[in-house]
């Protein structure tokens, strides 16, 4: 590698990233906006090296939560979650990096925050399942069809930080 021209060298190492840069959905829920966590849970995301590529603070409609939620319409706690995530502001954002959807999902912590690990947004910051301040897509699918849903793709702004060299070497 070290025979190699620069030029050369650094199309292998952007070979070496191309293809595993991700985008999830990570919204901050009613509950997270009022509580006033929208900064630190933003900080979280952007110390670690990821970039924001979209952001809106929106209510959405009961309906909207039931789509969001779609895949839990058979559980019991789907009206309340529903409801709940209608009931004022939520923080939308798309978040993109590698591993993104998955790391999103360590930053996030599991879904009771009493079994979510310290460290964690829901460990540090939250203390019952129905009230977890921050949603996460769970798959690169999901994630798909989540930021779909909630942005139009002229909201969703696609950039080169200054950072991405030190981050990605
Ligand atoms: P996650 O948000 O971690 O992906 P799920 O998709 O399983 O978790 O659930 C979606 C949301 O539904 C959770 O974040 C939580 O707000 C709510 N929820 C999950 N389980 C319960 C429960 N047993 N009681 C009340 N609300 C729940």
């Known amino acids: 590698a070290f025979a190699l021209p620069a030029a050369a060298y650094m199309l292998q190492e952007q070979e070496a990233h191309a ?10 829920k009613p509950d997270g906006v009022q509580r006033g966590l929208i900064s630190e849970i933003i900080a979280r995301f952007e ?5 924001l590529v979209a952001i809106k603070l929106v209510t959405p409609s009961k309906s909207f939560a039931q789509k969001h939620y779609h895949d839990l319409k058979e559980r019991p706690f789907f009206d309340g979650l529903c ?5 004022g502001p939520v923080l939308a954002m798309v978040w993109e990096g590698e591993g993104v959807i998955k790391y999103g ?15 964690t947004i829901r460990g540090d910051l939250a ?9 996460g897509s ?12 909630w942005f139009k793709p002229e909201e969703v702004s696609s950039y080169t930080s200054n950072q991405e060299k030190w981050v990605y070497g």
């Open 19 to 28: 293809g595993e840069m991700e985008r999830t959905f990570i919204a901050i």
């Open 47 to 51: 110390r670690k090296g990821f970039k």
């Open 83 to 87: 409801n709940f995530l209608s009931s």
């Open 105 to 119: 999902r360590k930053l996030i912590g599991a879904t009771d925050p009493q079994k979510s690990e310290p460290g």
């Open 127 to 135: 203390v019952v399942v129905g009230r977890n301040i921050i949603h």
């Open 138 to 149: 769970d798959g690169p699918e999901t994630a798909k069809d989540e930021i779909n849903l």
